[in-house]
T-cell receptor
Framework: AQSVTQLDSQVPVFEEAPVELRCNYSSSVSVYLFWYVQYPNQGLQLLLKYLSGSTLVESINGFEAEFNKSQTSFHLRKPSVHISDTAEYFC??????????FGTGTSLTVIP | SQTIHQWPATLVQPVGSPLSLECTVE??????LYWYRQAAGRGLQLLFYSVGIGQISSEVPQNLSASRPQDRQFILSSKKLLLSDSGFYLC?????????????FGNGTRLTVT
């Protein structure tokens, strides 16, 4: 089975500063990677996904993630965070099966 | 696009009482359906998933059960709730026709067992 590790459970960062949320997965062939965001008392929303092709994927709100096969990582980055980015972020992986594997989440807090 | 309806949004139930949470999906046919539980401050735990009507896979032994009576309906049940069943329950779906399609989540049900 796959496993996903999010190394940082909490990340505080000042507004307009850059941020990186780390995600590593266990090695496997044909993995597909996702980042989800969860605001308080809501479900998870898809932020971005890597399926194939370019290893750098972007979301509409300025986040980006880079698939690094040799390091089995899919870190999420944003060059300048806003207060509204405060949320829980989950990394997830699936393969050709029916199951998704989620990390334990990283709580991002943007400080004014 | 897919829309997932979950209800109720919040629920307070006494220990030993039964439970029924319902999830329905619009905008897709023959989806894969999932129930996750999220305990306070923790990650997601997969409880059940279903690839078709009447087909349920259980990931964690517990006093919960799931059923899929219709293609786009997924129900989570318990005969007798425990305190440890408290949490945030999320229903999710995925297009079965594409093995790399993402999960889409409902807005969740917050269950408090007292």
């Amino acid at each position: 089975a796959q496993s996903v590790t999010q190394l940082d459970s909490q990340v505080p960062v000042f507004e307009e500063a850059p941020v990186e949320l780390r995600c590593n997965y266990s090695s496997s062939v044909s993995v597909y990677l996702f980042w989800y965001v969860q605001y308080p008392n809501q479900g998870l929303q898809l932020l971005l996904k890597y399926l194939s092709g370019s290893t750098l994927v972007e979301s509409i709100n300025g986040f980006e993630a880079e698939f690094n096969k040799s390091q089995t990582s899919f870190h999420l980055r944003k060059p300048s965070v806003h207060i509204s980015d405060t949320a829980e972020y989950f990394c997830a992986v699936t393969n050709t099966g029916n199951q998704f594997y989620f990390g334990t989440g990283t709580s991002l807090t943007v400080i004014p | 696009s897919q829309t997932i309806h979950q209800w109720p949004a919040t629920l307070v139930q006494p220990v030993g009482s039964p439970l029924s949470l319902e999830c329905t999906v619009e905008g897709t046919s023959n989806p894969n359906l999932y129930w996750y539980r999220q305990a306070a401050g923790r990650g997601l735990q997969l409880l059940f998933y279903s690839v078709g009507i009447g087909q349920i896979s259980s990931e964690v032994p517990q006093n919960l059960s799931a059923s899929r009576p219709q293609d786009r309906q997924f129900i989570l049940s318990s005969k007798k709730l425990l305190l440890s069943d408290s949490g945030f329950y999320l229903c999710a779906c995925r297009q079965s026709s594409s093995y790399n399609s993402p999960l889409h989540f409902g807005n969740g049900t917050r269950l408090t067992v007292t």
